[in-house]
T-cell receptor, first 116, second 117 residues
Framework: KAGVTQTPRYLIKTRGQQVTLSCSPI?????VSWYQQTPGQGLQFLFE???????NKGNFPGRFSGRQFSNSRSEMNVSTLELGDSALYLC???????????????FGPGTRLTVL | GENVEQHPSTLSVQEGDSAVIKCTYS??????FPWYKQELGKRPQLIID?????GEKKDQRIAVTLNKTAKHFSLHITETQPEDSAVYFC????????????????FGKGTHLIIQP
């Protein structure tokens, strides 16, 4: 079974631009979560999508948004980029379909975003 | 919201010795505690997890203990080997009651484990 994939792997943008990152979950996984990883703040939860609906959201400004498609693929968008948005953006997928259960989150390789 | 503190930030042990990494959490509603290992340039990978209805869980050389009263949990690695060198992250989350899934994972800042030959 193919793992979680993310595109692109590397991205360089300038301040004020916007960017869209893509995540393809493991086949059959319905939940996709996004995380931002930086040396200073570590891994921080952005949001989670399940069945095309945002189910949970972390503490990030509205410039960070996402969506999920009917095939569970997810995109994350960051508008009006700031220097501080430079980070590794990881997505993770899980089955997340059983009541009162939690399924392991499998991480993708990440997209390294550099904002100049 | 949840806050997870992780200590130490760097841990150096001799090969063959044991390593212990400790985490505390703030939200008493958290009931799921996974540990991830991230090697340099690679993605985080789950190595072990524990739910709040269990006090301890073992998987070969790795064990996790949970003290709900004190709101802390620890990762224990015995007989450390060079391939154990990596950054380890603890995390906490709340399992949802229906529909599966969970609130997003709140991670600790990570522990860089160095295994000295």
């Amino acid at each position: 079974k193919a793992g979680v994939t993310q595109t692109p792997r590397y991205l360089i943008k300038t301040r004020g631009q916007q960017v869209t990152l893509s995540c393809s979950p493991i086949s059959g996984h319905r939940s996709v979560s996004w995380y931002q990883q930086t040396p200073g703040q570590g891994l921080q939860f952005l949001f989670e999508y399940f069945s095309e609906t945002q189910r949970n959201k972390g503490n990030f400004p509205g410039r960070f948004s996402g969506r999920q498609f009917s095939n569970s693929r997810s995109e994350m968008n960051v508008s009006t980029l700031e220097l501080g948005d430079s980070a590794l953006y990881l997505c993770a997928s899980s089955l997340a379909g059983t009541p009162s259960s939690y399924n392991e989150q499998f991480f993708g390789p990440g997209t390294r975003l550099t904002v100049l | 919201g949840e806050n997870v503190e992780q200590h130490p930030s760097t841990l150096s042990v001799q090969e063959g010795d044991s390593a212990v990494i400790k985490c505390t959490y703030s939200d008493s509603a958290s009931n799921y505690f996974p540990w991830y290992k991230q090697e340099l340039g690679k993605r985080p990978q789950l190595i072990i997890d524990i739910r709040s209805n269990v006090g301890e869980k073992k998987d070969q050389r790795i064990a996790v203990t949970l003290n709900k009263t004190a709101k802390h949990f620890s990762l224990h690695i015995t007989e450390t080997q060079p391939e154990d060198s990596a950054v380890y992250f603890c995390a906490a989350s709340i399992l949802t009651r229906s529909g599966g899934g969970a609130d997003g994972l709140t991670f600790g800042k990570g522990t860089h484990l160095i295994i000295q030959p």
